[in-house]
C-alpha cells in the first residue's frame, strides 16, 4: 500500500512520533516491505514505492545478477526424507457440495509445505480434515506411531491422541481457547498431552519467543490475535506431534512476529517435522516454504519446489522476483547475498 500514501506515520518505539513523504520515511524506518529493502540494499535514490518504478528502476541490478546464482532460501531436505504423513482420495462435502475432491499428499519429514489458493478453495477443509477433527466423506489419511508402530488415521483416534500425531493451529485460534487464563490453558494442554515437564518447558520458551511478556493470569480472549496465535501454537507443540498444520498464522502478527515465526518453523523442521502453513502471504512462503501445494475448487492444481510454483503467476510471485524477472530471485537477503559487500548499486 505504501505507493498510494501521500504521508507516512512511524513509531519507532521509544517514544518519537517520525512523519515525512513515504519515500522519506522508508529510508530509515525499521518496518519496511520487501520493495522498500531492496531498494535500500540496491542503494537506490529515489526510493522506489511501486512494482513498476522499482523494475524500471533495476535495469543496472539485473545485469549485475544475471550470472550469479542465488543462495537457496532454505536447506535442501534430507536426501530421503520420511514420510510422515500419507493421504489418498481425500474427500469433505458440506451439504452436498464438495470442498475437496478426491485429494492425495504425502507430507513428508523436514520439509515446509505451502498451502495456498484463494478464498473457498478448499485449504482449511483439507486441513481439518488431515487432523482428523473435520469431517472425511471418503479416502484415507495414514500417520506413523510412536516406535515405528502400525500407521494410523487420526480422525479414528481420541483427540488427545490424534494431537501426538498432527497438530492443527486454526485461522481462529480462539476456537481451542476456552479457560480462564493463559496458565490454566497451558496447564490443561499439559495434562491432555501427558508431557507436563517437557511440553511446559516448551511451550513456555515457544510462547515467549513469539510474544514476550504475558502475564500467566491474562485472560486468552484479552490476547492480541498474535498472542492467541502464539498461545495456541505452544499448546499444540506440547503434545510433540510430527505433523503440525497452521491454518493462515500470519494474521496479526508484526514483521517481527514474523520473523521469529519463521526461525521457529525452521527450528520444527530442522528437528525432522512436517509442517504446512496454510497462507495467502506470498512473502512469508518466499521466505519459509520449500514446497508449494495450491489449490483450486477443491483439487491440487501445482504441487512443487517454491522456487518453481509461486513465480509461474503473478498472484503468487513475491515483490522481488517482480522486480528481478526473469532473474529467479525470492528474497532481499537472497540479492545481497549476492552483491558486493558494500551492498549498492549504481543509482539509476
Not at 33 to 58: C, F, H, K, M
Not at 150 to 158: E, I, T
Not at 220 to 230: F, I, V
Amino acid at each position: 500500500m505504501v505507493q498510494y500514501a501521500d504521508r507516512v506515520i512511524h513509531l519507532p518505539g521509544d517514544g518519537r512520533v517520525v512523519s515525512g513523504p513515504p519515500a522519506e520515511v522508508f529510508r530509515t524506518s525499521s518496518i519496511a516491505p520487501p520493495i522498500v529493502e531492496l531498494g535500500r540494499t540496491a542503494g537506490w535514490s529515489p526510493l522506489p514505492l511501486s512494482i513498476r518504478d522499482a523494475r524500471r528502476a533495476a535495469a543496472p541490478l539485473r545485469v549485475r545478477l544475471a550470472d550469479a546464482t542465488p543462495v537457496p532460501v532454505r536447506p535442501a531436505p534430507a536426501a530421503d526424507p520420511v514420510t510422515l504423513l500419507k493421504a489418498r482420495g481425500v474427500t469433505v462435502t458440506y451439504q452436498g457440495v464438495p470442498a475437496v475432491r478426491q485429494v492425495g499428499l504425502d507430507l513428508r519429514g523436514g520439509e515446509i509445505t505451502a498451502l495456498m489458493g484463494r478464498n473457498g478453495s478448499g485449504k482449511s477443509s483439507l486441513l481439518w480434515a488431515l487432523q482428523g477433527s473435520g469431517p472425511r466423506k471418503a479416502g484415507s489419511v495414514a500417520v506413523p506411531t510412536a516406535g515405528g508402530g502400525k500407521d494410523a488415521d487420526p480422525q479414528k483416534l481420541s483427540a488427545a491422541e490424534a494431537r501426538r500425531l498432527v497438530g492443527l493451529v486454526p485461522q481462529t485460534p480462539t476456537d481451542l481457547l476456552y479457560l480462564e487464563s493463559v496458565k490454566q490453558e497451558l496447564d490443561q494442554a499439559d495434562s491432555e498431552s501427558g508431557v507436563s515437564g517437557p511440553g511446559r518447558v516448551r511451550a513456555l520458551a515457544l510462547l515467549d519467543r513469539l510474544t514476550p511478556g504475558i502475564a500467566d493470569g491474562t485472560h486468552p480472549r484479552d490476547l492480541s490475535e498474535g498472542q492467541k496465535l502464539a498461545l495456541v501454537l505452544a499448546i499444540q507443540l506440547s503434545a510433540a506431534p510430527r505433523v503440525l498444520l497452521l491454518d493462515e498464522p500470519t494474521r496479526g502478527l508484526d514483521y517481527q512476529a514474523k520473523n521469529e515465526l519463521i526461525r521457529i518453523v525452521d527450528d520444527l523442521a530442522a528437528e525432522g517435522r512436517a509442517v504446512v502453513i496454510s497462507t495467502h502471504d506470498v512473502e512469508f512462503v518466499a521466505r519459509a516454504a520449500d514446497r508449494v501445494v495450491v489449490m483450486a475448487e477443491g483439487d491440487i492444481v501445482a504441487d512443487g519446489p517454491t522456487t518453481e510454483v509461486i513465480v509461474a503467476s503473478p498472484v503468487f510471485a513475491p515483490q522481488t522476483a517482480k522486480i528481478l524477472s526473469p532473474l529467479p530471485y525470492l528474497t532481499v537477503a537472497q540479492v545481497a547475498s549476492a552483491l558486493p559487500d558494500d551492498g549498492t548499486d549504481p543509482a539509476p
